[in-house]
Nanobody, 120 residues
């Protein structure tokens, strides 16, 4: 089970930190990813991190503004979002997968998501 938290309302230029707590799986065996889906649009990849936290990659749209990290002792992955813009408004979901490089397109387990709304 993956449960996201930390979403909410932010102003443009502001920051939010999302958390995703995992249970029922061996967290350190999995790569983790964040995705988002805006109203009327398909789900987009945001960021991924490998099992140890030593490797990450990002969508071009968030590179330099968002940071993914993980704490294997707490079975939690984070997404620090800085310099938010209205186009970042979406439901953000986390996911777990065995294939780190494949996280851009697919994952094995998904959370329900948390709403992030950025006002201008």
């Amino acid at each position: 089970q993956l449960v996201e938290s930390g979403g909410g309302l932010a102003q443009a230029g502001g920051s939010l930190r999302l958390s995703c707590a995992a249970s029922g799986l061996t967290f350190s065996f999995y790569a983790m990813g964040w995705y988002r889906q805006a109203p009327g649009k398909e789900r987009d990849f945001v960021a991924a991190i490998n099992w140890s936290g030593g490797s990450t990659y990002y969508a071009d749209s968030v590179k330099g503004r968002f940071t993914i990290s993980r704490d294997n002792a707490k079975n939690t992955v984070y997404l620090q979002m800085n310099n938010l813009a209205p186009e970042d408004t979406a439901v953000y979901s986390c996911a777990a997968g065995k294939n780190f490089r494949g996280m851009m397109t697919s994952a094995d387990y998904w959370g329900q998501g948390t709403q992030v709304t950025v006002s201008s």
